[in-house]
């Protein structure tokens, strides 16, 4: 069951100082992927995963990855998407707890008060779309084509504790 992030969590980016979630929705929304480097489903949707969190860059948004793992780990399984994008790592899973996701990747979008206001769990292309309508109807953007060609088939995830 989805909860509410404990507000003085803190998210601490590859490139930065760690603020707490409620620091980085103070002026925008936060749109997160959250994925498990060391399992094969959360590598299999890093491509689209990418291309739907580029689609808002130029958006009202933060859109990042969360990794459940150190930096040096977290930058060698996403390659160059760690410089592409925002990165936070989270190697003691302590906003999977918080959020109290289930399944890995996750696509979550954080409203400005520090809520999860749209969550889908492993790669669900339907629960995916959801999100990302729910985020462009907020931010009055242009919804992504969620799946893309070549996408990943639809699977469940892999347990987000590890």
């Known amino acids: ?17 760690a603020r707490t979630v409620g620091a980085w929705v103070t002026l925008f929304n936060l749109a997160v992927v959250v994925l498990d480097p060391y399992t ?6 890093l491509d689209e995963a990418g291309r739907i969190l ?14 459940t793992a150190p930096e040096a780990e977290a930058r060698e399984f996403l390659g160059p998407w760690a410089d592409r994008l925002l990165t ?4 003691e899973r302590a906003l999977v707890k918080g959020l109290g996701l289930e399944a890995l990747p996750a696509f979550v ?10 969550v889908a769990e492993g790669w669900d292309p339907m629960a995916w779309r959801a ?6 109807k907020v931010l009055d953007w242009t919804v992504p084509v969620i799946p893309s060609t070549g ?6 995830g892999s347990p987000a504790l590890g």
């Open 1 to 17: 069951m989805v909860t509410d992030p404990p507000p003085d969590l803190e998210l601490t980016p590859l490139n930065g100082e």
């Open 54 to 67: 580029e689609t808002y860059t130029p958006a009202d948004v933060r859109v990042a990855w969360v990794v």
């Open 88 to 91: 936070f790592v989270d190697p």
């Open 109 to 118: 979008h954080i409203n400005m008060a520090g809520h999860p206001e749209a």
């Open 40 to 45: 094969y489903e959360s590598a299999w949707v």
């Open 151 to 156: 996408a990943p088939a639809p699977y469940a």
């Open 131 to 136: 999100v990302a309508h729910n985020l462009s």
